[in-house]
Antibody, heavy 123, light 106 residues
């Protein structure tokens, strides 16, 4: 059974960097052939796709966030991570990690999700 | 691609039929339209992908249909656990996007 679990600080100061990690169990982020994603949900708003990393290390980001985000992986820990720089209050959201339904080729819909991690940007 | 869901809120009772609409700003291949259910405090759950294919474990009272710019999620007979927010999502572009959601309330 595949599980995803987000972890990281719940509070980040404006202008600083938000860092979150997703720990995957039951599958491999480096050999399983899946695309591993970050998605966020701002308070009272809908869902926004942030980006993904593939097991080759290839990444793809939402153009609206591209200048501020990076996604990396740590195969030894079976984790992948999100960094979002220069945060503002508008980045306050629940951040989810999620697996793409497609294997070896992205389908860009998401069959497995973590429980989410609330990150508040405030001084 | 912008997805517009309607109505914003659907007030129904258990046993009734729910019909949720998702309209795309441009044509979307049916291969690339998904539906999710989200309950309060939980992550979204994939219900339907490729417009009409149920994800594993999803009851057959959930069905999806549509093509082009108009898609529908139907819940044939609402169960108490079906009261939630439902989102459609286009999977066609390299940056997938979601609709604003429809809340099915009691």
């Amino acid at each position: 059974q595949v599980r995803l679990q987000e972890s990281g600080p719940g509070l980040v100061k404006p202008s600083q960097t938000l860092s979150l990690t997703c720990t995957v169990s039951g599958d491999s982020v480096s050999t399983g052939g899946y695309y591993w994603n970050w998605i966020r949900q701002r308070p009272g708003k809908g869902l926004e796709w942030i980006g993904y990393i593939y097991n080759t290390g290839a990444t793809h980001y939402n153009p609206s966030l591209k200048s501020r985000i990076s996604i990396s992986s740590d195969p030894s820990a079976n984790q992948f991570s999100l960094r979002l720089t220069s945060v503002t209050a508008a980045d306050t959201a629940v951040y989810y990690c999620a697996r793409d339904l497609g294997r070896y080729s992205p389908k860009r819909c998401f069959d497995l999700w973590g429980r989410g991690s609330l990150v508040t940007v405030s001084s | 691609i912008v997805l517009t869901q309607s109505p914003d809120t659907l007030s129904l009772s258990p046993g009734e039929r729910a019909t949720l609409s998702c309209r795309a700003s441009q044509s979307v291949s049916s291969t690339y339209l998904a539906w999710y259910q989200q309950k309060a405090g939980q992550a979204p759950r994939l219900l339907i992908y490729s417009a009409s294919r149920r994800a594993p474990g999803i009851p057959d009272r959930f069905s999806g249909s549509g093509s082009g710019t108009d898609f529908t999620l139907t819940i044939s007979r609402l169960e108490p656990e079906d009261f939630a927010v439902y989102y459609c999502q286009q999977c066609v572009t390299s940056s997938p996007s979601f609709g604003g959601g429809t809340e099915v309330e009691l």
